[in-house]
Nanobody
């Protein structure tokens, strides 16, 4: 069983920055694709960013150029650096790992961006 724990959410003004973290007790982030999704109130969960086992990254158009996904394999930690935040970035942010088609999720961390 894989457990993912997110942290780093909070309240920030528009234009500000936050860094989200996702940790696990197992050395798996370098083996499987991992990423971030978000869900705003009343909306469906949507893809934000992903990094593959070999370090390739992909971003949703809405965050491209503002968010950066990276990981520290030694710390078993995945990060999402979020800059130039906008009110529309307000959502619960979830860490995801795709282990050969089986998806694991954290419980989420709330990001609120005030205008």
């Amino acid at each position: 069983q894989v457990q993912l724990v997110e942290s780093g959410g909070g309240l920030v003004q528009a234009g500000g920055s936050l860094r989200l973290s996702c940790t696990t007790s197992r050395t798996i982030f370098s083996v499987y694709p991992v990423g971030w999704y978000r869900q705003a109130p009343g909306k469906q969960r949507e893809f934000v960013a992903r990094i593959t086992d070999i370090g390739n990254t992909i971003y949703a158009d809405s965050v491209k150029g503002r968010f950066t996904i990276f990981r520290d394999n030694a710390k078993n930690t995945l990060y999402l650096q979020m800059n130039s935040l906008k009110p529309e970035d307000t959502a619960d942010y979830y860490c995801n790992m795709n282990q050969r088609g089986v998806h694991y999720w954290g419980k989420g961390t709330l990001v609120t961006v005030s205008s």
